[in-house]
Each structure stands twice: as structure tokens, then as C-alpha cells.
């Protein structure tokens, strides 16, 4: 059987690397768009839209955390 502990801290170990590697691929994402042949309004373009799509994900992302926080503490003032 596996043990709570194990589970939890391999959760938090991903949940780390994923941002991680979340981090840096929008950093090379970034550096490519700089480094392009393209326009400077075309990068300015593909720059802003890249962060638009960021946001967006890190806001959906806090939406869903947020309502799984709220459930986890009704469920607590129910028991």
C-alpha cells in the first residue's frame, strides 16, 4: 500500500517541476520571437498574444483552485 506521505510529496514534486518547465518554455518562447527574422510589430504581436494566452491559463487555472478550496472547506463546516 502506498502511503499518504509519498503520494503528497510526489504531488507537490510535480506540481513544482510542471511550473518549472512552464517557466522555461515561455522564456525559449519569448527568446524565439526575439530572435525571428519577423518585423518588430509582428513580434510585438505574437509577443502580446503569447501573453494574453499565459494569462488566460493562469487565470482559468486560479478559477478551478479556487473553487476546489471553496468545496474542500464546506465539505469541513458540514462534518
Do not use: C, H, N
Request: a positive charge; glycine letters at 6%.
Amino acid at each position: 500500500m502506498v502511503e499518504v506521505g509519498t503520494v503528497a510529496g510526489i504531488s507537490k514534486l510535480s506540481i513544482w517541476l510542471s511550473g518549472a518547465f512552464a517557466v522555461v518554455s515561455i522564456g525559449l518562447l519569448y527568446m524565439y520571437i526575439l530572435m525571428t527574422d519577423a518585423s518588430a510589430p509582428q513580434k510585438v504581436l505574437w509577443a502580446a498574444g503569447l501573453s494574453i494566452v499565459v494569462a488566460f491559463v493562469f487565470l482559468v487555472s486560479w478559477s478551478i483552485s479556487r473553487d476546489v478550496v471553496r468545496e474542500k472547506e464546506r465539505e469541513l463546516r458540514r462534518v
